[in-house]
């Protein structure tokens, strides 16, 4: 501890992966335990939050806006809470670095002279991926993977999300599924095929994981089938070898093949 009476702890930037405990890292899980106090996402399973047995618990929690925290507010409570305790665990659903909005916390923390540590975390583009049980990437099919959301902040300028997706062999998109429709509807528009294979992978590596397969002009019929889970979208002819009959051939309707199967 400093003696100066301020500026005394650490902050560590943990990610808590897509949701499975067990896929925590055993760095992360040995840092929770030792926090004085733990400030966590919506998206965080309470079991995580259990392992942080010393903390006092914080919920700063970001879906749907709902209870939500303003950011500014986030980072200042960090910088109070580093000044009063040794260890501070700021825990984020996935990886931190991956929309996230770390970079305000960092930057915020840096002002202040407060030291930051950063914990991976796994994110739900790779935990999507598993659940379906394909590689991203593919010798001769796929050599590029791109993260994207086509979502923006209140003040932001525009986002031209969708050029990076025409131009990936597979693309993840986060925090799209509660707008399939007008997603698919862009990217043919801008050109992608309307057959190309889409898959919708709600709750990844939760037990109430749930897999939906498509061509994408069928993505806005597809995404009726989520319940109110995390869910996210993965685009590319890397899936086209999924589905329960010929490797060629997609459903045309939208369906769980895996559940048909
Ligand atoms: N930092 C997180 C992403 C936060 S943005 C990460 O690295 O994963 C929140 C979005 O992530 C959700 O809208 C959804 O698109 C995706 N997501 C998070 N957890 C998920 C899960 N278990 N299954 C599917 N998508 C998930």
Redesign the pocket.
């Known amino acids: 501890m400093g003696t100066s009476g301020n500026v005394s702890g650490k902050v560590f930037l943990i ?1 808590a992966g ?2 499975a405990p067990d896929l925590l890292t055993i760095r992360a899980a040995r840092i929770i335990a030792a926090a004085d106090i733990l400030f966590y996402d919506a ?1 965080v399973n309470p079991e995580i939050v259990a392992l942080a047995t010393r903390a006092e618990k914080v919920p700063v929690g970001k879906r749907h806006a709902r209870y939500s925290t303003a950011q500014t507010f986030i980072n200042k409570r960090l910088v109070d809470a580093a000044q009063r305790h040794a260890t501070v665990v700021r825990l ?5 670095l ?3 909005r770390a970079q305000e916390e960092l930057d915020a923390l840096a002002a202040a002279g407060i030291e930051v540590e950063i914990v991976s ?1 796994i ?3 790779l ?2 991926g598993a659940a379906l049980g394909v590689s991203l990437t593919q010798r001769g099919v796929s050599r590029n993977v791109t993260f994207v ?1 086509p979502r923006v902040g209140k003040d932001e300028a525009v986002s031209d999300w969708a050029t990076s997706v025409l131009a990936a062999d597979t693309a993840v ?5 509660g707008e399939a429709q007008s997603i698919a509807d862009t990217l043919i528009r801008r050109g992608l095929p309307a057959d190309r294979p889409v898959a919708l ?6 037990p109430d ?1 749930a897999r939906h397969l498509a061509r994408l002009d069928k993505l806005g019929a597809l995404a009726n089938r989520l319940g109110s ?5 993965v685009l590319g002819e890397v899936l086209r070898g999924l589905g329960n009959t010929s490797a060629q051939t997609l459903p045309d309707v939208p369906g769980d093949v895996w559940r048909q199967a």
């Open positions: 990610g897509p949701g998206l984020k659903g996935g990886d931190p991956m929309f996230a975390g994110t739900a583009a935990a999507a959301t998109i986060y925090m799209g599924a992978v709600e709750n990844a590596s939760l994981e889970g995390p869910a996210i979208i």
